[in-house]
């Protein structure tokens, strides 16, 4: 099994995050906008045309925040990188689905929303490795 690379944006509208809703096999959730890169795409383009695909957003594409994977046994596996991005035009907030990442109301994928809380504040160098954030109780397809 080849690994999958996925992009994801974090987006911040005030002190919240902008996500992105989905229903996969019947269930609902949310993610950081995103997704899969193509065949000979850069991981920019991918992101920048998934955002676009998912939320109607031109972004700008900032640091790489987190780098993760996803293994789940013999499933699957995938490399997650979420970048900060910045919108290249002028939108209305209540047009977004906003979370805040202290108090989300839900689960957010992938499950990076207590790293995104340690480093909202603090300044990086560099970005993160989180490891495996596989979670066995979210069904991610």
């Not at 996969?24 to 993610?31: C, D, E, F, P, S």
Request: glycine fraction near 8%; proline fraction near 6%; charged fraction near 25%.
């Amino acid at each position: 099994m080849a690994a999958r690379l996925q992009v994801r944006a974090l987006i911040w509208v005030g002190e919240r995050i902008v996500v992105h809703r989905v229903t996969r096999r019947g269930r609902l959730y949310v993610t950081l906008p995103g997704g899969r890169v193509n065949d000979r795409e850069s991981v920019t383009d991918a992101l920048r045309r998934e955002v676009l695909e998912e939320i109607g957003l031109n972004v700008e594409i900032g640091d790489l925040v987190f780098a993760a994977e996803v293994v789940s046994g013999a499933r699957r596996q995938d490399v997650e990188l979420v970048f900060e991005a910045r919108p290249c035009q002028t939108f209305e907030p209540a047009e977004l689905i906003l979370v805040d990442p202290g108090n989300p109301m839900c689960e957010v994928l992938p499950p990076v929303l207590d790293e995104v809380v340690r480093c909202a504040d603090s300044t990086r160098a560099g970005a993160k490795w989180l490891g495996n954030i596989y979670s066995p109780n979210i069904a991610v397809e």
